[in-house]
């Protein structure tokens, strides 16, 4: 059933289907989607195990984890190049909701968040207490957020209220309004990030150096939006796609390295644990 949402959604992108989707704006199908299907395992464990395991075993195998991320890595300079290549073809846009670029790394991040959640049970235990899994459901959440703001454009709505509220503020508008917003929340998040990384991996600094890499590149996608607006725009189009293709690559390289990360602290509790019981 779910490869059969998945295959009209995709033709929906190409063809004007003859009866109705559940909501049509945006990537809302894709969301429904991807929520019903979080849904589903919170309610059919069976299921549930059966797509963890199979996940985990992709990101903790060789060498399906080597397979899997060199895919990833594939899949978006595959992008990047279609983006340049084809530049008015609005599929291959970077910067639309409804394009390539968009659903793949709504899907990642949706993966990722999973990943932490995992990752989190791994460590912590399933008895664990709420204090000690907690910080963990809030890294996953900050994943989820993004990836459902991707994919319905939650910022884009920020953008549209605030030239309604504020509409001949020069300043407020310099930049792109919904960064007022976003960009207090992010410094506290990129704190929390921080934080949780140097507790959780300060043993691995291979580890580590993945963690704030990715960071690094995500502090950076917010740094071009600033820039953006009244800074690379007016300076002409080809600018302006420059700048759409280093920030949206920013923030799936970002991703990926994130995932890499978590992945790796899943792979080394498993090891951990194998060597355990063959010790015992």
Known sequence: MDLVILLLLFINGHFELPFPLPGKKLNNPLALLLILFFLRGVLNTPFRDRQLAKLEKLLTSQPDRTYFFVLLFTIEIGLQIMWFAYPLEFLWNLNAEQGYGTQFSVIQLYILGLVVMMTAWADCGSNADWKDKLPWYLVASVYFFIGLDDCIAIHENL??????????????????????????????????????????????PAIIVTMFVALMFWISVLLLEGLAKNIVDPLGVDYGRILIGIEEGSEMIGATLFMLGFSKHLKNILEGKKAITKSS
Request: a positive charge.
């Open 159 to 204: 953008i549209f209220w605030s030239q309604n509220i504020i509409p001949d503020s020069t300043t407020f508008h310099f930049i792109h309004e919904w960064l007022w917003f976003y960009g207090p929340v992010a410094l506290v998040v990129v704190v929390f990030l921080s934080r949780f990384f140097l507790k959780k991996f300060l043993y691995s």
